[in-house]
């Protein structure tokens, strides 16, 4: 319910008036004693889409995939204390992905901050907390500064790297009556001409006198837009494209140059031990994704960043170019287009023999799974957004073979962490309300944030979950058997998920093989409701090869000398 009563303008309506300049179309929480003026200046300001989530810690989530699947800021609402303390596990996730999120959190009346006297959701010290999970933490000191705290926490949540950014502002504070000033920032107007980026004289060199060149694409290729530039580069110079998970969609991975994300498989290591140059660009190297930096690269390393401490953080550079990816992208190509190199034939054939090679590796290992992920592939739109929880279907070949194709098509847990997967997905589907959203999860992981399930009804998002239930933690029963032989705090009881999906509202099934798996997946598509499909994992059968865990993983748990 709404009124034309004319109310003065507050603190609340400030940070509001500044989400709408910065864009803003929807933001995710949960309304509490402790934010309820920004909820209210929302109302009132009418143009700003309210989701209601069921907890802190899927909200965060949901503003992460809604900013993973748009490119634009996400913007999570949450109260004080424990509620800021939920989100924070999923501001973590934000924060080791990179993605632009602006946390708005309420704090305790300004008088009472810092004492101890038991103001209610009081936290002993919240700014520290929200620093400790976020690129940046603020609190407004002064009602006055709204607008301009709001300003700065937008801008440096944006601004490459990007990452979560948390302000916290007393309750007291929000209903402040303030000066409804306007903030201008003023640049010097003068006539702008195109600059292209500076590429240091042996940084081309390298690039052009390059016969076994190979390119490594991280998620700053997809935060600078610079997918396009990225393809351009692998077929200029005939360069192999490993990715990271991040950086899928970096280049269509149905591309003979595109080998994708298989670095620690041996042809692939193999072939960066035989290449004569390394050309990254916005990827951090993780040690779950390199062996815990086992993977060895070549001594020439060109290295891409937006981030200055991404230089020499995993991986010696001999080259650092430090800026925007598009851009200096487009100079190396514009450079190696009038060098007029090219490619040896012979390593372009030979990229494409590992491409396959790999792929029929883990194929191999796969058993009925494989006409699963072919299923999924054949039936979904090329533009359909995959997002992945910590699954071992997931993790073995959802990472893998499920073809991605377009930049931002492809979503997962950058900080590993499980049960993100069903609040993200929903924000991606927000985000892209007419594209088809698959989540992938497990039983396990899925019940950490079950309760975010009856928004996609109440919002009205057709997403489609895919549960693979195996009745257990499965990424971890298989690195216990692998490092110990033996399980602990692994096998679970679970609801009858079909039940419980129905109970709110989605449609839902139980399938026990790769056709009815296809059948149900067809149906989901079509009829563009929020839907469950159970996979029980018993039923289809076991894979040809048990997933040990990420390579390396099962050694690091066995007793040794350090």
Known sequence: MTTNMQMEFTTADAVVSELVRAGVEVVFGVVSIHNMPIYDALLCEGSIRIVCSRGESGAANMADGYARS???????????????????????????????????????????????????????????????????????????????????????????????????????????????????????????????????????????????????????????GAS?????????????????????????EDHPQCIGHFAA????????????????????????????????????????????????????????????????????NEGISKQKVTPDAGYVEEVTSVREKVRAILRETLGPYEAIVDGMRRVLPKDAIL??????PANVWGSRLFDIYEPRTSIHASGGGIGQGLPTALGAQLGQQDRVVVLMAGDGGYMLNIGEMPVAVQENLPLIVLLFDDAGYGVLRNIQDAAYGRRVAVDLVSPDF???????????????????????????????????????????GPMAKPFGG????????????I
């Open 387 to 392: 997002v992945r929880d910590v699954t071992v």
């Open 70 to 224: 748009t490119g634009k800021l996400g913007v999570v609402i949450t109260s004080t204390g424990t509620g800021a303390g939920n989100a924070a596990g999923a501001l973590v996730e934000a924060w080791a992905a990179g993605v632009p999120v602006l946390h708005l959190t309420g704090e305790v009346s300004s008088k009472y901050l810092g004492t101890g006297r038991g103001y209610i959701h009081e936290c002993k010290d919240q700014l520290s907390m929200m620093e400790g999970c976020c690129k940046e933490a603020y609190r407004l000191r002064r009602p006055e500064q709204a607008a301009a705290i709001v300003r700065q926490a937008i801008q440096v949540a944006t601004t490459s790297p990007a990452g979560p950014v948390s302000l916290e502002i007393p309750i007291d504070f929000q209903s402040a009556i303030v000066p409804k000033s306007q903030l201008e920032a003023i640049q010097t107007i003068a006539p702008v001409m195109e600059a292209a980026p500076f590429i240091p004289t042996e940084v081309g060199r390298l690039l052009a006198v390059a016969r076994r060149p190979v390119i490594w694409a991280g998620g700053g290729v997809i935060s600078a």
């Open 265 to 332: 498989y041996e042809a692939v290591k193999e072939l960066l031990k035989q290449s004569d140059l390394l050309i990254s660009v916005g990827v951090r190297f993780r040690g779950n994704e390199t062996a815990n930096w086992k993977v060895s690269v070549p001594e020439t390393h060109i290295g891409i960043d937006a981030d200055y401490s991404a230089f020499n953080r995993n991986y010696e550079m001999t080259h650092g170019l430090l800026g925007d990816a598009k851009s200096i992208l487009h100079a190396l």
């Open 550 to 561: 990420p390579p390396g993983a099962a050694d690091a748990f066995k007793p040794k000398k």
């Open 498 to 540: 079909v039940m419980l999906a129905k109970a709110m509202g989605y449609e839902a099934s139980r399938i026990g093989s790769p056709q009815e798996f296809v059948d149900m997946l067809e149906a989901a598509v079509t009829r563009r409701k929020p839907t469950m499909i159970v996979i029980d994992m018993n039923a289809v």
């Open 228 to 252: 396009a530039e990225l393809t351009r580069l692998a077929e200029l110079t005939g360069a192999a494209v490993i990715t990271s998970q991040s950086g899928k969609g970096s280049i269509p």
